[in-house]
């Protein structure tokens, strides 16, 4: 007689925010696309921001048995239905992946062929006109993994040229995950992970595939820690290495605590099969991935403040590749401390791990945060939940600002850098410096 109230309080509660967010997604469906420039990032970040502390309310809640799974479950598939309607803004690289799956398609293998190579091809099917022109940086060869590859070659065989395609094979393979996953999770982990909108967006509206990211690993984590099947964490791991290299950050922490025979053999396998069936194909090139990691810099912080840095001493413009190395070292020694203070708290600690990582990256997506997002929410890491909230300040750039601004098409003006990762760090600092000073 005592709980009934509060059940049907939680209920209503639930459904109230899941009502509220609805509107959100609705009004980014009809209006985001239509709306010019500065317009159109007011819309985007008031939206994401609303939704963010919405996603957020189960923290308030003291009890687990709050949240309603069923009403998780209705407006998590209502928001991502939504979504999915929605075209993306801002964003070409689902032209990519269409145009990716298709060359795999015909030839065999997408990797050492630039696009801009196919302008003047003839026979090519109808659609490919459009998609041939809104790929990003048509000269510069795919750089995408080989496990990406084999789902756009599948996206290209059921849906050739279809964009909605792409997004409803997305849709499927993350339900089967949330599926499996939910049953791990407490309700209230489960509600903020599946509404949370940087997953929602980037996923169905922007079509990134990083939510593969977030469902892997957070399937490896599950499987070795807590069910101990540690060949299927390996394999699972292996996938998501085979996808992108942010995966490698979880491999030490796994091998700590593991039976490593079975993990290594899983992996290994898992792997370097999506590699060896396109180096059967054709080849699995690198040309691409080498392009980008010499020229591309965005939303960068510790990365752009050591390269000012060595700028400064050496009077001169420092190689990318300098900067890199030195960045990929510290990151390593980053990741040794971490590592030898796994024992305190895991999931803290390999989310810390991935913070570190992108701190010093030379490009920070939004999309790239999906990846750590399981263990920031798990361990409720302020910093890491704190910059999952603020790094959509990056689409404030020289690409969806006005001429006038004077910045360059992926140039974050220094003030959004700025407030960006100052909020970052003070939700890194603050909770640390509390706990010394009671």
Known sequence: MIKRPLLISNFASTHIAGSIAFLLYISLFLFWKRLPGTQGLVLYLSAYLILFGIVLLPFSQKADDSDNLAGTWFWGILFRLTAILTFPVWEDDWARFLWDGYQTLETGTPYGKPPETFFSQENLPAWSTEILSRINHPEVPTIYGPCLQILFWISAFLFPGSLLGLKCIYFLIEIFGWSWMQKHLTKKDFRIVFWFPLLII???????????????????????????????????????????????????????????????????????????????????????????????????????????????????????WTVGLICLGLCGLGGLYFLIHSDSDE????????????????????????????????????????????????????????????????????????????????????????????
């Open 202 to 320: 980037e996923t169905y509206i922007q079509a990134h595939p990083d939510f593969l990211g977030l469902i892997l690993l957070s399937g490896v984590y599950i499987l070795n820690k807590e069910k101990k099947r540690f060949w299927i964490a390996g394999i699972l791991l292996g996938i998501a290495c085979s996808v992108k290299v942010f995966a490698w950050i979880l491999l030490p922490f796994c091998l700590l605590r593991t039976k490593r025979v079975p993990f290594l053999l899983g992996f290994v396998t898992a792997f370097l099969s999506p590699y060896l069936f396109f180096r059967i194909q054709g080849g699995v090139g690198g040309d691409g991935l080498s392009i980008f990691l010499e020229s591309w810099e965005f939303n960068s912080s510790l990365y752009a403040f050591l390269k000012w840095i060595l700028g400064r001493i050496f009077f001169d413009t420092i190689a990318p």
């Open 347 to 438: 999931e803290k600690i390999v989310g810390n791990s991935f913070l570190w990582f992108f701190l010093f990256s030379p490009v920070v997506n939004p999309w790239y945060l999906l990846w750590s997002l399981f263990f920031w929410i798990r361990s409720r890491d302020l910093s890491g939940i704190v910059f999952s909230g603020v790094v959509v300040l990056s689409y404030v750039s020289g690409k969806n600002l006005s001429f006038s601004s004077g910045l360059q098409l992926y140039e974050n003006p220094l003030w959004i850098l700025i407030l960006e990762y100052t909020l970052v760090g003070l939700a890194f600092f603050i909770p640390r410096f509390s706990l010394k000073n009671p």
